[in-house]
């Protein structure tokens, strides 16, 4: 049986990818913004749907009910997000960006196009398209396999 080595592990080499990006931006932005990567996440995910229910922010950010509450109550008392009761469940909350929010959300957009400019240009463009569809298909696969259980055969 072959040796297990973690540095060649697909998910392994994909998490130590995503915390660079995340360190990358966290360096070029949220420093000086003064956000968090999870609340970054939410804001840009509101600023994009507009109105978000904390489940849907949850679904469109791959964050945990946790982390979405966390980012939302820190939002909320920043001023850059509202929070207010849905109308077709009485239980349920909807978020919405406040003017606050929406002018910090308006520098997401070209921070974001600097930050996949600044990774881009360590792959040629044929690299970088293919990481694209990879990655597209990498995500409706995993999908499918979590829509039909743990069994990753069936797929």
């Known amino acids: 049986m072959e040796e297990f080595r973690l540095e060649e592990f697909l998910p392994f080499r994909l998490a130590v990818a995503s915390e660079g990006v995340s360190r990358v931006i966290a360096r070029q932005y949220l420093g000086q913004s ?67 929010g929406a002018t910090i959300y308006s520098g997401i957009a070209p921070m974001a196009q600097e930050v996949e400019m600044a990774l881009s240009a360590g792959l040629s463009r044929a690299e970088w398209n293919g990481l694209q569809k990879a990655l597209a298909k990498l995500v409706d696969h995993t999908q499918a396999i979590l829509a039909n259980g743990a069994d990753h055969t069936a797929v």
């Open 34 to 100: 003064g956000l968090g990567m999870p609340e970054w996440r939410l804001l840009a995910a509101i600023g994009r749907f507009t109105v978000l229910s904390p489940t849907a922010a949850g679904e469109r950010t791959s964050m945990d009910k946790v982390k979405v509450s966390r980012a939302a109550a820190s939002l909320v008392s920043r001023g850059l997000l509202r929070q207010s009761r849905d109308p077709d469940d009485g239980r349920g909350r909807l978020l919405r960006l406040t003017r606050k």
